[in-house]
Each structure stands twice: as C-alpha cells, then as structure tokens.
C-alpha cells in the first residue's frame, strides 16, 4: 500500500499569509504513460463532506479560488494557500488515486493565527 | 447540479450487517468510479471500496475485505455496500464518492456498531 504522510499535522497563519502543507508518496505516484501524478487536495471543515480542490497534483477544480495551488511531481507534493482568508479553516487531505488501495494522509489541521 | 444521497446508516449490534445505498444525479453515473470512504468520529478520512464503471473490478480496503461488498446498479444510478460481520471500529460517517478521484461526494450516512 502507499502511505501518504503529511506535515505538518497542523499550521496556525495569519490571515493573508501563506499556508504550505506538504504531503509525501511511500512511493512514486506519477504514471510513466501518461506523465500524470495522481494525487488530490481536499478541504474539509466541520459537519460537512471533503470538498475536491485539486486532482492531478495542480490542476484547481472548477470554482476553487486561485489562492489555493498545488505542486510537486512524484513522491513529494505541495498545497499552498497564497493568501489565507477566513473561510479556509478547515483539515486538509492529500490523497493517492495512482493504486488500489486508495490511501489519504493523516490531515493537516488550519487555523488562523 | 452533482447530488449523491446516502441512506441506510443505523444502529447495529457487533457481529450484524447493514446495508448502505447511494443514488446519484446530475452527472453520468454509469461513466463514473463509485468509492465507499468512511470517517470515525473525529478521525480522519479512510477509503473503503471502489468500482469500475461497469462493475467489472472492484478493490476493498484490506480493514473491510472479506466482509464488506460493493456493488452498483447503473439503470438506477445507484450504488450499494453489503456490510456484515460489523465491528465497533466500523463506526463511522459513510460517504459515498463519485469519480476516480473522488470528485463528487455525498453528505454522508452514520453508522454505528454498538451493544
């Protein structure tokens, strides 16, 4: 199974500060055919389901503000909130969807400062 | 819009089974990886189940397999998970995610394995 490992498991930032949470791959999940890291960024704040903010390591879902960016390639990735409003308190998840089993890090809580 | 509703959460004595359902809109579900993932209370997020389109493969959790089964109904755009041999530790909020990469998720349904 690959194991994703996150840090850290939580971050205090000023608001309009940058937030950086890392995420690392037991193993490499970038496919050789397609040139692809199939690695995912989710958000979840209290009571509610994971919110899908980027697949395929940087590519931002459809209405996710541009503050929220994603980086890296191969075991070692990067979310990076530029400029941290309010509204993105919340646990974040890396996730790996390169084999079965599908595995999420551990999640890396966010407050503000 | 994306909806994925969830039903059939409940009480359930260690050693019981339940059986879960999923409808979902607004996308075409017949084209679509189904996942089963699950969060204990105050716990992080753990995947469950997925499968194909066509129901034709299927990958368990190794926590679940053996006890756990997934299935899918494409004409009604539903998909199921067959719990027996519950356990306390399968205590959990069960979502069901739409998409390979989980893109579209449900509001989630409780279930709780208690005596």
């Known amino acids: 199974d690959i194991v994703m490992t996150q840090s850290p498991d939580s971050l205090a930032v000023s608001l309009g500060e940058r937030a950086t949470v890392n995420c690392k791959s037991s193993?490499?999940?970038?496919?050789?055919?397609?040139?692809?890291?199939?690695l995912a960024w989710f958000q979840q704040k209290p009571g509610q389901p994971p919110k899908l903010l980027i697949s395929?390591?940087?590519t931002r879902e459809s209405g996710v503000p541009d503050r929220f960016s994603g980086s890296g390639s191969g075991t070692d990735f990067t979310l990076t909130i530029s400029s941290l409003q309010a509204e993105d308190v919340a646990v974040y998840y890396c996730?790996?969807?390169?084999?079965?089993?599908?595995?999420f890090g551990q999640g890396t809580q966010l407050e503000i400062k | 819009e994306v909806q994925l509703v969830e039903s059939g959460g409940d009480l359930v004595q260690p050693g019981g089974s339940l059986r879960l359902s999923c409808v979902g809109s607004g996308f075409t579900f017949s084209n679509s990886w189904m996942s089963w993932v699950r969060q204990a209370p105050g716990k992080g997020l753990e995947w469950v189940a997925n499968i194909k389109k066509d129901g034709s493969e299927k990958y368990y959790a190794d926590s679940v397999k053996g006890r756990f089964t997934i299935s899918r109904d494409n004409a009604e755009n539903s998909l199921y998970l067959q719990m027996n041999s519950l356990r306390a530790e399968d205590t959990a909020v069960y979502y069901c995610?739409?998409?390979?990469?989980?893109?579209?998720w449900g509001q989630g349904t409780l279930v709780t394995v208690s005596s």
């Open positions: 193993q490499s999940v970038l496919s050789t055919s397609n040139n692809r890291n199939y």
């Open positions: 995610a739409g998409d390979f990469a989980c893109t579209y």
């Open positions: 395929w390591a940087s």
């Open positions: 996730q790996q969807y390169y084999s079965a089993p599908i595995t």
